[in-house]
């Protein structure tokens, strides 16, 4: 007699966008079904990964919780008995924000929630909260309810809070409440992580005192700090180790007469200023380890001024008091935006943001945004260069990356002159004729004109090869090794409009040459499509 096959139990999650739809196939056999062997625990587990995974993309309708109670008996059970996968109230529509507190029972809550108009009677629900919210992110967008929140914020202690960001994007009047003392009730001993943008700030505040994160970001509506101010908050935060500053015109007019403050737990700092004396006024005025990574977003640009002042207020000297710099890279992000990072190590993360990451070797980080009328030639960071030979650091290695304009001669000429030590350069661009006729070098002219003297590797990288430039920089090549600066090593990778025998005649005068065989893959491709047309024509 044979034995009925048993159907297995299948339910899948399609996830196509931040809706998430279920879909549940009938069946009367799912206690038989492998998953549910699981203890409910390790099920509970792999709702709340899930749930984690999709907090980022907050669902239009139901939560994404909800999806777990809809599948079967068992999964409801499961998904009702664990109060922590109920704990995402991130923009959750008002229908299911009571549903939400009271699943997730006395549980910490993760909160970000924009007020508007229509959600404004959900605030005093969420905040009623306070005293179990670990994370809280608000963003107001209406006046009136800039005040109404902040005394909402000051009715109960948060004895659970470490992340904590407001941001108001009313821009047109300022507030009239400043996040002070009362905020908390001043009561907020594990607060960690602060970001508050265009809020006013109450500048004598000391409820975060234990902050490792600060991220003040200005506006129109914001009131200005002076540098003292600025400097008295600070002093109360010993344990600080990340310092964001951004659009505050600081008034650094105002002289400080309480001592420089010490932030010796500081990782990084980003000054966000119009003025480059701001970003110096500041440094000269705080004790940082000398392996802090800064970042500066600077708006207004007069040539050099402030640059040797700045290089000294940071620390960034040879007697002993700066990292080494190793390495400098520029992108030209538009026309009118460009930036340079100087790093102690030769390898330079890809990153092309302002800011450099807790994960690279980037020491400094300085992006120049200027207006048409203001503009400012990529050059100068050759004379910023210049500064930083003279603290005494060798940079070893140049990086140039840019989709906007096309360097000529005389830019890589005016880098040579600035970079003597120089033993790298890599290019991420698509014209390469310029560098090409900087390192040429011409018969009867003395050794001191040759460009990089020190130049052993090339990196070249999204070239597109025009023409005659193959055979040019080959026989570039040729006469440096001639001379005796020859390169040794060249990295070609992801460059257009270039071929194998080409790439053998880099060969014949460089002894390591490094290529992908790009354009051979794309040749590569084309044959086989070929191929394939063909088969198809025979099967007609």
Request: overall charge negative; glycine content about 4%.
């Amino acid at each position: 007699m044979t034995t009925p096959s048993r159907r297995p139990f299948m339910a899948t999650l399609s996830i196509s966008s931040p809706q998430v739809d279920v879909c549940i196939p009938h069946s009367h056999r799912n206690d038989l079904a492998l998953i549910f062997g699981l203890p409910p625990e390790i099920l509970a587990t792999v709702f709340r990964h899930f749930v984690e995974e999709w907090q980022s993309h907050p669902a239009k309708g139901a939560p994404t919780c909800v999806v777990f109670t809809h599948v079967c008996r068992h999964w409801r059970q499961v998904a009702l008995k664990s109060p922590t996968l109920w704990t995402y109230i991130i923009y959750t529509p008002p229908r299911w924000l009571g549903v939400m507190l009271e699943r997730s029972k006395s549980a910490s809550l993760f909160v970000a929630y924009d007020v508007t108009v229509l959600l404004r009677d959900c605030l005093e629900q969420i905040l009623s909260q306070l005293p179990r919210i670990r994370v809280l992110r608000l963003r107001t967008i209406n006046s009136p309810d800039i005040d109404r929140t902040i005394h909402l914020l000051s009715s109960q202690p948060a004895p659970l809070l470490e992340i904590f960001e407001f941001s108001n994007t009313f821009f047109s009047e300022p507030t009239t409440k400043p996040i002070s003392n009362t905020v908390f009730q001043g009561q907020s001993p594990r607060l960690r992580s602060v970001e508050l943008t265009s809020s006013n700030f109450n500048w004598t505040a000391h409820i975060f005192s234990g902050l490792r994160i600060l991220s003040l970001r200005g506006t129109g509506n914001t009131s200005f700090p002076t540098l003292p101010q600025l400097l008295q908050a600070l002093r109360r935060m010993p344990a600080l180790e990340q310092l964001t500053l951004e659009r505050l015109h600081i008034n650094s007019q105002e002289k400080n007469h309480l001592g420089k403050v010490p932030l010796a737990q500081l990782k990084s700092i980003a000054l966000g200023s119009e003025m480059i004396q701001t970003a110096a006024s500041l440094f000269a005025q705080l004790v940082i380890p000398v392996d802090v990574k800064i970042a500066l977003l600077l708006f207004r640009i007069e040539g050099l001024r402030g640059f040797p002042e700045l290089f000294s207020a940071m620390g960034m000297r040879p007697d002993g008091s700066g990292s080494v710099i190793r390495s400098i890279r520029c992108i030209r992000h538009s026309r009118h935006t460009f930036c340079i990072q100087l790093s102690t190590s030769m390898m330079i993360n890809p990153e092309l943001f302002w800011n450099p990451s807790d994960n690279d070797d980037i020491r400094l980080s300085i992006q120049f945004t200027y207006r048409e009328s203001a503009e400012v030639e990529p050059s100068i960071i050759f004379d910023i260069c210049q500064i930083v030979r003279q603290t005494g650091y060798r940079i070893q290695k140049f990086s140039y990356g840019s989709e906007f304009d096309l360097p000529g001669r005389d830019f890589w000429r005016a880098g040579s002159a600035n970079l003597l030590e120089l033993e790298v350069i890599h290019v991420n661009s698509t014209f390469i004729g310029g560098l090409i006729a900087a390192l040429e070098i011409i018969e009867g002219k003395q050794n001191s004109d040759i460009a990089y003297p020190s130049l052993r590797v090339l990196e070249l990288e999204k070239v597109d090869f025009e023409e005659d430039e193959p055979e040019e920089l080959r026989d570039v090549m040729k006469m440096r090794a001639k001379h005796g600066v020859g390169i040794h090593v060249l990295q070609i990778a992801e460059c257009r409009n270039l071929k194998a025998n080409q790439v053998q005649g880099f060969g014949e005068v460089v002894a390591t040459v490094d290529w992908d065989e790009h354009e051979e893959q794309l040749e590569d491709d084309n044959s086989v499509c070929s191929s394939c047309a063909d088969d198809a024509g025979d099967d007609d």
